[in-house]
């Protein structure tokens, strides 16, 4: 599977239950870069995206552990390092700020390679950062 987060400049993710910030161009960059594959999620993280995406969106809520090789799944309420095991690549999406945070994306990048790189103006965003790794 491929993990995909958004992260603030401290790796968090969330604050008193609720995404630290979301942005439309966003959401509609993940649905691009699945490119016609199912991007999986929890029912939480459905709620942001409109219903014209549905037929794009899987939603699961037992956890990641099973999401087919080469499918994409949006992490945004639980530390996505413990489904780091069954990823081949992990997608941040950088906000480029500093936000309150209570959960944060905890996982460990020393067994990653940055591959790509990418800089992108969101709608509420002057700028995301999107990092692309993949295994060593």
């Not at 649905?31 to 219903?51: A, C, D, H, P, V």
């Not at 690549?89 to 950088?94: A, H, P, Q, T, V």
């Not at 994306?105 to 790509?116: F, I, N, P």
């Amino acid at each position: 599977m491929i993990i995909m987060v958004c992260v603030d400049d401290h790796n968090g993710m969330m604050f008193n239950k609720r995404r630290q910030s979301q942005d439309r161009v966003l959401r509609q960059h993940m649905l691009e870069l699945t490119n016609g594959k199912k991007l999986w999620m929890n029912t939480y993280s459905r709620g942001q995206f409109s219903e014209e995406a549905a037929s794009s969106i899987q939603v699961t809520e037992d956890g990641f552990q099973n999401i087919p090789s080469g499918e994409y799944c949006l992490i945004e309420d639980q530390d996505p390092a413990q489904y780091a095991e069954n990823a081949e690549e992990l997608i941040l999406f950088r906000w480029n700020r500093s936000y309150p945070a209570d959960l944060y994306c905890t996982l460990d990048l020393s067994a990653w390679k940055l591959a790509q790189t990418e800089e992108f103006e969101g709608y509420s965003h002057e700028k995301i950062t999107q990092e692309r790794y993949v295994r060593y």
